[in-house]
């Protein structure tokens, strides 16, 4: 069995992942694990990893609650993930903040400094999404046939600022903001608020194989994670 944590920004991660581990696992006996981490201490317990033998794979998923704290609570329970016979760690958080562009930080800065000094008994990746995990979503082009059937996706080029079907959707300031403007425009009237339930129904609608055999063509930070996961998964 492997035993995988991952360790992601918020709630819309979450969902992502979740769903993306249950496509690229459908073949193979699984646990799905999900904890919210919003207590002041943000503590794990060995009891996450108590397992079934019987399953391939077994992953936690910590909602860490903010993008601040997803190497911090890697690093501050690497050791109880040691002793649990966690075999990877993954992060995943997104690159957009205003403060950091304020500060003049670059992708690559943010990406050395998150990957910098992490042990390696149990391997350890952080990835970030660029800009946010919704770059990812505006590029799977499947999905709007379903939520948007009556618009056009020459309409959806030229809210996004590109083709998304060629374009690199990294290039979009702040992704979560032109998905809202295109739901919206397309006649979906709650746009994207991005609470639990929206998340969860437009996650449930994106074409996972586009994203996996596709969309990731044309975005390197997905690429980065799929890549990641295709050597964990024979």
């Known amino acids: 069995m492997k035993k995988i944590a991952f360790f992601v920004e918020g709630q ?44 391939e794979y077994f992953v936690v998923i910590y909602d860490c609650g903010t993008d601040d704290k997803v190497k911090s609570d890697i690093l501050d329970n690497y050791q109880k993930l040691q002793k649990s016979g966690c075999h990877y760690i993954i992060g995943l958080q997104d ?11 670059t ?32 590029a799977e082009e499947k999905h709007y046939e379903t939520i948007l ?16 079907q060629t374009g690199n959707s990294e290039e979009i300031p702040h992704p979560a903001l032109v998905l809202d403007k295109i739901y919206k425009a397309g006649g979906r009237t709650s ?23 596709n969309v990731r063509s044309r975005n390197a930070s997905l690429n980065e994670l799929l890549s990641c996961l295709d050597g964990l998964i024979p």
């Not at 690159?95 to 930080?105: A, H, L, S, T, V």
């Open 12 to 55: 819309t991660e979450q969902i992502f992942i979740s769903e993306l581990l249950n496509q690229l696992f459908n073949e193979h006996k699984k646990v799905i694990k999900i904890h919210r981490m919003r207590k002041l201490y943000h503590n794990i317990s060995i009891e996450d990893f108590i397992t079934d033998e019987s399953k």
């Open 95 to 105: 690159f957009f903040n205003p403060k950091r562009k304020k500060e003049g930080i």
């Open 107 to 138: 992708v690559r800065q943010l990406k050395k400094w998150l990957n910098f000094g992490l042990e390696q008994i149990i391997p350890i990746e952080i990835f970030l999404a660029v800009q946010e995990i919704e770059a990812w979503i505006i």
């Open 149 to 164: 059937p009556d618009f056009q996706l020459d309409n959806i080029n030229t809210i996004a600022g590109i083709d998304i």
């Open 191 to 213: 746009g994207y608020p991005k609470n639990e339930y929206v998340v969860k129904d437009i996650v449930s609608k994106l074409d996972f194989t586009n994203l996996y055999l």
